[in-house]
């Protein structure tokens, strides 16, 4: 854990120290959910900031590792690295404050206008961290990378990731309750939210916190933000098993089966996202759900099957 710390440390010192403080904050959540049972919006009070930063965690190591393949841009990519991790950093110190420290909502809060200042904070702390995505998205078609299927991998996980930050905005508008207290010159608490067809706050996943009854915003934005990590993983995991199958060692099948993925990835994030903007619950996918998933799957696999005719092919030329 030490060793891995300091390589962090050296590939980008502050996305080192945010990561560092997101294991603090991690252990302390585990304590919290384990000792405290208050809640917030009927969810454990510590949730939420257990699943930011688990997130976060995941996120910083990932952008200093690619980071570190920059070559051209390197000292602008770091300045990106650096605005991702103060903009992200702010966005934890705020939840940390609003919601453990305050004891109160952290996101869509208009409650007062303290509760409206941090919430324009927050905002802008998330475009910072969306903003030097994007740019490491640009960086990233500048590189000419060794292998040309992880070129592929970085480029669309880092692009789509930035998407999928860009879904969050998606629930900042107000609900039909909402807008319904607006039409009539009142100041709604609460404006915007994660359900769909819903208020915030009724039954959920466990932990997760994913509506149950009604759709929920931030399964796309989850999915789509991972991206970063999903996709690079598919390409180094294609050459770990190329030892096992010989056809994966072709960079060509690897490279079509990383764009397979990517396909597939996006596919995944517009299905969710569609689903909880008809009000449904992941949990109570209809017939339409259902069938896009069918349809997706099997063009996943039939990517697939295709890429792996590319090798065989090329075998059979070969032996002409």
């Keep these: 854990m030490a060793s891995w710390g300091l390589r962090l440390f050296r590939l980008h010192r502050p996305l080192g120290v945010l990561a560092g403080a997101m294991v603090l904050l991690l252990i302390a959540c585990g304590f919290g959910l384990l000792l405290d049972d208050r809640t917030l919006v009927n969810a454990p009070l510590w949730a939420k900031p257990f699943k930011f930063a688990v997130s976060v965690l995941v996120y910083a190591p990932t952008l200093a590792w690619l980071l570190s393949l920059v070559k051209r841009g390197r000292r602008v990519g770091w300045w990106m690295g650096t605005a991702f991790a103060v903009g992200m950093g702010t966005d934890m110190a705020l ?41 490491v998205v640009v960086l990233l078609l500048f590189q000419k990378l060794p292998d040309r299927a992880l070129t ?16 969050a905005l998606l629930m900042f508008s107000a609900s039909p309750a ?23 706050g009724g039954p959920g996943l466990p ?18 933000i991972h991206a970063i990590q999903a996709l690079p993983l598919l390409a180094l995991g294609l050459v770990a098993l190329s030892r096992r199958y010989p056809m994966l060692s072709n960079e060509l099948v690897r490279r079509r089966l990383v764009w397979t993925g990517a396909f597939g990835y996006a ?3 517009v ?47 070969r032996g002409l």
């Design 207 to 224: 932990l997760l916190g994913w509506s149950t009854v009604g759709g929920d915003l931030r399964i796309a934005h989850f999915v789509g």
């Design 267 to 269: 596919g995944l994030i």
């Design 95 to 135: 939840l940390v404050w609003q919601v453990l420290l305050q004891d109160r909502p952290l996101h869509f809060n208009h409650a007062t206008p303290a509760d409206v200042t941090i919430g324009n904070l927050l905002a802008t702390g998330a475009f910072v961290a969306w903003g030097a995505t994007a740019a």
């Design 271 to 317: 299905l969710t996202a569609w689903q909880a903007m008809r009000g449904q619950s992941i949990v109570r996918p209809d017939f339409w759900t259902l069938a896009a998933a069918a349809g997706l799957a099997a063009a996943v696999v039939l990517g697939g099957v295709l890429s792996a005719r590319v090798s065989a092919q090329r075998r059979a030329l």
């Design 152 to 167: 592929s991998a970085l480029r669309w996980g880092t692009a789509l990731a930035a998407g999928g930050m860009g879904l």
């Design 178 to 200: 909402q807008q319904r207290v607006l039409d009539g010159g009142g100041k709604p608490a609460m404006i915007g939210g994660h359900t769909i067809g819903l208020e915030d």
